[in-house]
């Protein structure tokens, strides 16, 4: 029998937003025949001494209302037909706290995404989650706020019952409870330069904000999506948002929106997905981006792509290269455009693949890295906060995913999905899963993937060096796919700084631990069905929402138009460095403009945001990489000057922005003759026309010198 165990639900007051004195217990208890009905279907619920099962419990805020909906995630393994761990945390399972969503934008009452999507995780068959929910549903009993009498909702409840409600606030709620925040952050991070607007803190899982004023409060709008994660719901929630459907939201985190709707986003609006990021997350466009740079530019230098045949267009090929190679080689096929190995197989036979279906057929990486003689692959999480200019990270810790079948190549085993596929999703049906709770612990079929490195290193492996390789695969990858995506944004966005994205990247090492791309998900599966998961993905969210930099509206600033000056140096310098990059590029920090103060002072601002996110470009590393590029940045030229140059690297280049700032030259159209480029140059072709060469930062010549790979 499965077990579940209600769950102790927290509302908060919404005048002046949850503080940790309005937190208040909030309890549902299900009628006996509703239990009888549960216990019919193989399912068994588990009470405390002190529920009664013959009526709601309901405890009301000090002001609004927050109805949060009895979910079935606390269903242990047993649950029939699912594999998922039961975590629970001080009696709260780490995917409660849903809100149903009575308020003034929800059309439907009762909210139902959230809550159908979480029944399902746990593999609940349709017809159970159907029959026990209209059970359930229709007996919700809600505290109003204006006195102390208790009133039935049903599902197919009057008009007037939803009238008296249609106005209150729904708060999403963290799974923890609030004395486990033990640490006290202000709601503002502010900037380090003058004049530059403060950003919105987003709490790690041990923090807590107080006392956010009413005035703040009331802009704190978020707008809601089906397929949100709780993990940012509960970061959200903590910082005090609500979700609203009106149009002056502030964030958004759901679906990738269409090219119409990202148009109409405004200058103070964040949206988790970039306009053409499916390039990357389709696997056809992904590889012909790759194909392209190889041809390019040279195989070896993009070689951490299996051989790939599209089809039906290369069938061809792929029947000549199949071939040629043997009926030892192993081939794998994969849908375009598919996640968690939906159809995914092995290929048993040449004449099994078909012909006229979208397909792509990959050479099989036959030698993986095998621990406990089992296939594993590494979930990596790369995020983008500007693709013009690049300013990629990547998170310090991820997943390790094992297959949950001892590996082997022979041929009984190729339809064996357990043996061959490392999926989570795939692999948690098997009986035999063993699932981990720590992710420090190297213990069952998914580990942290701080846990890897040890392990590595442990075994004579330079883990470093393996990690710096997946840097660069993960870096040449973003710039294959780079030109498409900004060529997108610049189409259908007014506003290039409203959007940003995280990715999960797939990647496998072979027996001699060089990394293979798989894959690239532009919506990583953010689900916590384990403390693993929740460890590892909840701090890694906070730090995405805080490096996003989400700020209020009113305190939001529109990027300043470029002047004439500040266009003829961008055309300048993108014209010289298109031959030589390093000749040329610390010439551009001799004369700063207000443009380049604030695209400086925005990304030194970022940089004190990342928390456990490591900047992967641009740093002095990355200069060879910039050739990789279809056409050069300017902003990309810009900021890798200033990494590069220890000179402004330093405090002293710090504190010469912060002047800056003071003086309030970042917001000037009209700078001092000192910050106007082409007064500048023009002197100094004047006062020595003959031996006039563009100026370096040191006076000296630029020598060319061997940039040491990324760290």
């Not at 780490?94 to 934008?105: K, P, R, V």
């Not at 119409?260 to 389709?282: C, D, E, W």
Request: aromatic fraction near 12%; charged fraction near 25%; proline fraction near 6%.
């Amino acid at each position: 029998m499965a077990k579940y165990k209600p769950s102790a639900y927290r509302i908060g007051a919404i005048d002046s937003m949850p503080q940790r004195d309005q937190f208040l217990p909030h309890t549902y208890h299900i009628p006996s025949r509703d239990v009888r009905l549960v216990e019919k279907r193989g399912y068994e619920l588990e009470f405390e001494d002190n529920y009664s099962r013959k009526e709601v419990a309901v405890t009301k805020s000090r002001s609004e209302i927050c109805v949060t909906h009895l979910d079935y995630t606390g269903f242990t393994d047993s649950v029939p037909g699912s594999d998922y761990p039961s975590t629970c945390w001080d009696g709260m399972t780490s995917h409660s706290c849903n809100t149903i969503g009575l308020t003034d934008e929800n059309e439907s009452g009762i909210g139902e995404g959230d809550y159908e999507s979480d029944l399902f995780e746990v593999g609940m068959e349709k017809a159970d989650f159907e029959e026990i929910t209209e059970a359930l549903n229709d007996k919700l009993f809600i505290s109003p706020t204006s006195s102390n009498e208790t009133k039935l909702l049903s599902r197919q409840g009057s008009t007037q019952s939803y009238d008296s409600l249609m106005y209150t606030t729904s708060i999403i709620l963290p799974s923890q409870t609030q004395e486990d925040c033990t640490r006290k952050i202000p709601f503002f991070k502010q900037s380090m330069f003058f004049k530059f607007p403060p950003t919105i803190n987003f709490p790690l899982p041990n923090e807590y904000i107080e006392n956010i004023p009413a005035t703040i409060a009331t802009q704190l709008k978020w707008r809601p999506s089906t397929i949100t994660p709780q993990v940012i719901k509960s970061c959200i929630a903590k910082a005090g948002f609500r979700m609203s459907s009106s149009k002056d939201w502030i964030g958004y985190y759901g679906k990738h929106m269409k090219a119409a709707t990202f148009k109409t986003i405004k200058p103070y609006q964040k949206v988790n997905h970039l306009p053409g990021s499916f390039h990357m997350g389709r696997k056809d466009t992904m590889w012909k981006s790759i194909i392209r740079m190889q041809s390019k530019f040279s195989k070896k230098e993009f070689d951490f792509v299996p051989q790939t045949f599209i089809l039906p267009e290369e069938f061809e090929a792929l029947k000549h290269e199949y071939e040629s190679r043997g009926s030892k080689a192993r081939w794998i096929m994969k849908p375009p455009a598919s996640a968690r190995g939906i159809g995914v197989q092995m290929v048993k036979k040449f004449n099994l693949i078909p012909r006229n279906r979208p397909l792509l057929v990959q050479q099989y990486i036959s030698n993986p890295m095998l621990i406990n003689d089992s296939k594993c692959d590494l979930r990596i999480y790369v995020y983008t906060t500007s693709m013009d200019p690049l300013r990629l990270y990547i998170y310090d810790d991820g997943l390790v995913r094992f297959a949950t079948v001892k590996y082997s190549t022979a041929t009984r085993h190729l339809s064996n999905r357990f043996v061959h596929l490392t999926n989570y999703s795939v692999n948690k049906k098997n009986k035999n899963f063993q699932a981990n709770a720590d992710e420090t612990v190297r213990q069952g079929h998914k580990w942290g993937l701080k846990a890897l490195w040890p392990y590595l290193n442990e075994r004579g492996v330079d883990a470093e060096k393996v990690w710096r390789d997946i840097k660069e695969l993960v870096l040449k990858t973003i710039i294959a796919s780079e030109s498409y995506i900004n060529s997108q944004i610049k189409a259908n966005m007014r506003h290039k700084d409203c959007v940003f994205e995280l990715f999960g990247f797939d990647v496998m090492l072979d027996d001699k631990y060089k990394p293979w791309l798989i894959e690239v998900n532009i919506s990583p599966s953010l689900h916590s069905t384990s403390g693993l998961d929740l460890n590892i993905k909840g701090p890694m969210l906070c730090h995405v929402l805080n490096l996003t930099g989400f700020r209020l509206p009113d305190q939001h600033w529109n990027r300043i138009p470029l002047t004439n000056d500040e266009k003829s140096k961008h055309a300048h310098f993108v014209s010289v460095c298109s031959h030589e990059v390093t000749s040329y590029m610390n010439c551009i920090l001799d004369t700063l403009t207000p443009d380049d103060m604030r695209m400086i002072i925005e990304t030194e601002d970022e940089l004190t945001r990342k928390g456990n996110f490591q900047l992967v470009f641009p740093i002095s590393q990355t200069i060879p990489y910039l050739k990789y590029f279809s056409v050069p940045r300017y902003y990309n030229l810009l900021l890798h000057a200033w990494f590069s140059n220890p000179h402004y690297r330093a405090g002293r280049g710090i504190a010469m922005l912060k002047d800056f700032a003071r003086q309030g030259l970042p917001f000037k159209t009209q700078p001092p003759p000192a910050h106007v480029w082409t007064l500048r140059q023009k002197s100094l072709i004047t006062l020595s026309p003959k031996k006039y060469k563009l100026p370096t930062l040191a006076g000296t010549k630029v020598r060319k010198k061997k940039v040491p790979k990324l760290k």
